[in-house]
């Protein structure tokens, strides 16, 4: 059966239009009679580019042709598929669910329309056509159709660079989250190595505690990475205590001591400052202040600086307190040298029970040879670039 000239076959004749060929909108005609085929090409050709198709098979092949119709004309009647069978499947298609149907149909009854407006066409016009009516009717979905696409592509385009500003936007935080960290740190005499070491053991006990069904609600992937990001802050409070007690290469006296055991609190003082200044509550500083104010207290209820114990204590300082005692032990510091790694792993199975959570210790067992990996990818003589930390 043969087909008058339309696309993808051109036209024998040029249509009169402001806008270059390949910038016209397209429309797809579907229908088995020739003569409709013909009545339709002529009637469009001039505004628009037209396909044609005379079934459902190669409708559905000319619908994915690029560029893609920008609106589809389909009767209903026609052998093998039909119209409302090609509406659905083109509805299906992720490529072409957004492409306008318009049933062109001699089916005019009230069941016939609601059938193909349930498939999912936009407009439905019986036969015998009037020129007028479906020249207006395909002008108006034309246009609604390139008013959507470009809301589509706005909303797009705005989609990436809102990505783009959070991701900066979240880089910059992580900077000046570690800068800040870093400060107490390096009063300390410690590193911005101890600091990714310590993120990435909370980390690596976090998942692998959110592998038992006792705590997998507790510890999703957001509050795992939240975890991440705020465990370098645990010794924020440090830039409190007086260079003399915190930088003292000796056993600190009794009173000494003391002072020293502020940390905790003013690192809490530091962060809770820092939460008032916002709108609504942040669960990373949330995260930020259990960790810092708590990771010195013990299971057994004998750590400070609240005597809190059991799960009374935070998970998140919980968590902190094994990577921390972990790190500090296999780390040289001037007033004691470092242990390795079986002398560090022995010291925190011991304390399971009184300084840490047993459950937390079991899941540290299962990952120490992952902590001896962290330790020397992190170790103190191969230091990682700060933008990276």
Same mark, same amino acid.
């Given at each position: 059966?043969?087909?008058?000239?339309?696309?993808?076959?051109?036209?024998?004749?040029?249509?009169?239009?402001?806008?270059?060929?390949?910038?016209?909108?397209?429309?797809?005609?579907?229908?088995? =009679?020739?003569?409709?085929?013909?009545?339709?090409?002529?009637?469009?050709?001039?505004?628009? /580019? $037209?396909? #044609?198709?005379?079934?459902?098979?190669? &409708?559905?092949?000319?619908?994915?042709?690029?560029?893609?119709?920008?609106? *589809?004309?389909?009767?209903?009647?026609?052998?093998?598929?039909?119209?409302?069978?090609?509406?659905?499947?083109?509805?299906?298609?992720?490529?072409?669910?957004?492409?306008?149907?318009?049933?062109?149909?001699?089916?005019?009854?009230?069941?016939?329309?609601?059938?193909?407006?349930?498939?999912?066409?936009?407009?439905?016009?019986?036969?015998?056509?009037?020129?007028?009516?479906?020249?207006?009717?395909?002008?108006?979905?034309?246009?609604?159709? /390139?008013?959507?696409?470009? #809301?589509?592509?706005?909303?797009?385009?705005?989609?990436?660079?809102?990505?783009?500003? =959070?991701?900066? $936007?979240?880089?910059?935080?992580? *900077?000046?989250?570690?800068?800040?960290?870093?400060?107490?740190?390096?009063?300390?005499?410690?590193?911005?190595?101890?600091?990714?070491?310590?993120?990435?053991? *909370?980390?690596?006990?976090?998942?692998?505690?959110?592998?038992? +069904?006792?705590?997998?609600?507790?510890? +999703?992937?957001? %509050?795992?990475?939240? #975890?991440?990001?705020?465990?370098?802050?645990?010794?924020?409070?440090?830039?409190?205590?007086?260079?003399?007690?915190? #930088?003292?290469?000796?056993?600190?006296?009794?009173?000494?001591?003391?002072?020293?055991?502020?940390?905790?609190?003013?690192?809490?003082?530091?962060?809770?400052?820092?939460?008032? /200044?916002?709108?609504?509550?942040?669960?990373?500083?949330?995260?930020? /202040?259990?960790?810092?104010?708590?990771?010195?207290?013990?299971?057994?209820?004998?750590?400070?600086?609240?005597?809190?114990?059991?799960?009374?204590?935070?998970?998140?300082?919980?968590?902190?307190? *094994? &990577?921390? %005692?972990?790190?500090?032990?296999?780390?040289?510091?001037?007033?004691?040298?470092?242990?390795?790694?079986?002398? &560090?792993?022995?010291?925190?199975?011991?304390?399971?029970?009184?300084?840490?959570?047993?459950?937390? %210790?079991?899941?540290?067992?299962?990952?120490?040879?992952?902590?001896?990996?962290?330790?020397?990818?992190?170790?103190? +003589?191969?230091?990682?670039?700060?933008?990276?930390?």
């Amino acid at each position: 059966m043969s087909l008058p000239p339309a696309e993808p076959i051109a036209a024998t004749r040029t249509p009169p239009s402001t806008l270059a060929d390949s910038e016209r909108p397209t429309v797809l005609v579907v229908d088995d =009679t020739p003569e409709n085929l013909q009545l339709m090409n002529g009637l469009l050709r001039e505004h628009w /580019r $037209v396909r #044609l198709a005379n079934n459902g098979e190669t &409708a559905l092949q000319l619908a994915v042709h690029q560029p893609l119709p920008d609106l *589809v004309l389909l009767d209903v009647m026609m052998p093998g598929i039909d119209g409302y069978a090609v509406c659905r499947r083109l509805k299906a298609d992720p490529l072409t669910r957004h492409i306008p149907v318009i049933f062109l149909t001699a089916r005019d009854q009230d069941e016939d329309q609601q059938l193909g407006f349930s498939c999912g066409c936009v407009d439905y016009i019986t036969k015998p056509i009037s020129p007028p009516l479906v020249m207006a009717r395909v002008s108006t979905h034309i246009a609604l159709k /390139r008013a959507n696409d470009r #809301l589509a592509d706005n909303n797009r385009t705005l989609q990436v660079e809102l990505e783009r500003r =959070t991701d900066e $936007v979240q880089r910059v935080q992580d *900077v000046t989250i570690m800068a800040m960290a870093s400060l107490a740190e390096t009063r300390d005499n410690e590193t911005g190595m101890h600091l990714r070491r310590t993120q990435n053991y *909370v980390k690596r006990l976090a998942q692998r505690l959110a592998t038992d +069904s006792r705590y997998a609600e507790e510890l +999703s992937e957001e %509050v795992i990475e939240q #975890l991440f990001k705020s465990a370098p802050l645990h010794d924020i409070g440090k830039v409190g205590i007086p260079d003399g007690i915190l #930088l003292k290469p000796g056993r600190l006296t009794p009173q000494e001591f003391q002072i020293m055991k502020d940390h905790p609190v003013l690192g809490d003082r530091i962060l809770a400052s820092a939460e008032r /200044r916002l709108e609504s509550p942040s669960t990373f500083l949330r995260f930020a /202040r259990e960790i810092a104010r708590h990771h010195h207290e013990n299971w057994d209820g004998s750590g400070y600086p609240d005597g809190l114990a059991g799960e009374a204590i935070p998970l998140s300082a919980r968590l902190m307190a *094994v &990577a921390d %005692v972990y790190d500090a032990l296999i780390s040289k510091r001037c007033y004691k040298s470092a242990f390795d790694h079986d002398q &560090a792993c022995a010291f925190i199975l011991q304390a399971s029970g009184s300084k840490f959570d047993p459950t937390i %210790v079991d899941a540290f067992r299962a990952l120490m040879a992952d902590f001896a990996a962290i330790a020397a990818r992190y170790r103190d +003589s191969n230091p990682v670039p700060f933008d990276q930390i």
